[in-house]
């Protein structure tokens, strides 16, 4: 899964002259029709700006925004309850067409870009026939066709080829989108030649590389909430590290297992046994769990409430964790000191609370200071906490695709990735 073409390997005479489908990630923070957050319409600017270097005839982008039937029907049942006037149109401008996207693009890439009316039909099939040399246009959110998501594989092979019919070649750069099977990012790939964009050619490189041939030491950090939801990602990476740290909410729920007082801290009572089988298949590979020895803790979840430091076992009742406590941290650090190769994924503590962010930013700042590492960022709130900590350009690979990076560490084959070309 890891050995695909990418836009690079494509012969210049290939897209010169010739109409390319890109599939990006220009799923962003939208308030009031107003982009909050353009980070990922950054990062596809590289495999944007190589394209139209090679002079394509056209360049047609699509993308998803949102999820359009799940989020108006959250807005109308709210809208019902508050006894206000729900305006559907209104709300769809203000979160989900990509309006306001192409233009944004537009001044990024000094070009102009046009917006067409839907994803696939007549009329955008129109507008693509004819398109003029140099022309790019957005179509508009994938997501207002049943079809892109629709669990019915016959009706996204026939978004797909829809799709299909505007271009000569379809390039894959949205990595967060690559562990789902949808008409825009894998079935159109079965009528076209398929290879990766800039973005995703570097995500496949580099989380490739930690699930086949990390440089060593490799070190593992997980954090966040739940364990449930990292079961997998635990039980693989223990197939391939040499350290493992467990932070954030989910270490409560290792604690329990070992018998130790966690008080009121967030704790899966469910994935105790699972954690004990953790725990269990590491001594066995005689591969070091990292867990907290001491917590910053508090009696209510409030960024003010009053807090304690305290160590491991000794949390009271009505008392949570919020943090890990300076000799966590400690210990962390010299756990990652002598690494090679750092995968992190999940936050060590409540860092969204100035308060309770010691822990979180400690780690990114140690992991900066790494000499000669691969240090790789996994995604979701990981990415909000090295960008809070000030030191994002000191890590090696920021993922780009919180769920896709975690199923591709679990293990998985990304659908996205897997109908793309192979080297």
Request: aromatic share 6%.
């Amino acid at each position: 899964m890891f050995s695909k073409k990418s836009i690079k390997d494509i012969p210049v005479s290939d897209i010169n002259g010739k109409r390319i489908l890109v599939r990006v990630d220009f799923n962003v923070p939208m308030k009031d029709g107003v982009i909050q957050d353009d980070t990922r319409i950054q990062a596809a600017l590289p495999t944007l700006e190589y394209i139209l270097a090679q002079q394509p005839k056209t360049l047609i982008l699509m993308s998803h925004l949102g999820d359009p039937k799940k989020d108006t029907q959250k807005a109308k049942e709210k809208a019902l309850q508050a006894g206000v006037t729900f305006d559907e149109e209104k709300y769809l401008n203000s979160k989900h067409r990509m309006a306001p996207i192409a233009a944004h693009l537009g001044q990024l890439l000094k070009r102009s870009v046009k917006l067409a009316p839907a994803a696939i039909g007549a009329p955008t099939l129109a507008i693509v026939n004819h398109l003029i040399e140099g022309d790019i246009l957005m179509l508009e959110n994938t997501r207002f066709h049943t079809e892109e998501t629709s669990k019915d594989a016959a009706e996204r092979e026939k978004m797909g080829k829809a799709l299909a019919e505007y271009a000569d070649l379809f390039v894959n750069d949205a990595f967060g989108t690559a562990h789902r099977a949808h008409a825009s990012t894998e079935a159109v790939a079965h009528f076209l030649p398929a290879v990766a964009g800039l973005l995703m050619e570097k995500e496949i490189q580099y989380l490739g590389k930690v699930m086949e041939d990390p440089d060593r030491p490799f070190v593992a950090i997980i954090g966040g909430a739940k364990v449930s939801s990292k079961i997998a990602v635990l039980e693989n990476l223990l197939l391939k590290v040499d350290r493992l740290i467990v932070g954030g909410g989910m270490a409560y729920t290792f604690l329990k297992a070992k018998g130790l007082a966690i008080g009121d801290s967030l704790v899966e009572d469910d994935m105790l046994d699972k954690a004990r089988e953790i725990l269990q298949i590491a001594y066995e590979k005689h591969i070091y769990i990292y867990l907290p020895i001491d917590h910053v803790v508090t009696n209510e979840f409030s960024p003010d409430a009053e807090s304690r430091h305290v160590a491991r076992g000794n949390i009271d009742d009505g008392w949570m964790g919020m943090d890990i406590g300076p000799l966590t941290i400690e210990k962390f650090i010299g756990a990652i000191k002598g690494a090679k190769t750092v995968f992190w994924n999940g936050p060590l503590g409540v860092f969204e609370f100035e308060r309770f962010s010691k822990g979180t930013m400690g780690i990114a700042k140690a992991l900066a200071e790494l000499p000669d590492a691969t240090t790789i960022i996994g995604g979701g709130d990981s990415v909000s906490a090295v960008n809070k900590s000030g030191v994002a350009d000191k890590m090696t690979h920021i993922s780009t695709g919180g769920g896709a990076s975690l199923e591709l560490i679990e293990g998985k084959v990304l659908p996205g990735i897997a109908a793309l070309l192979e080297k």
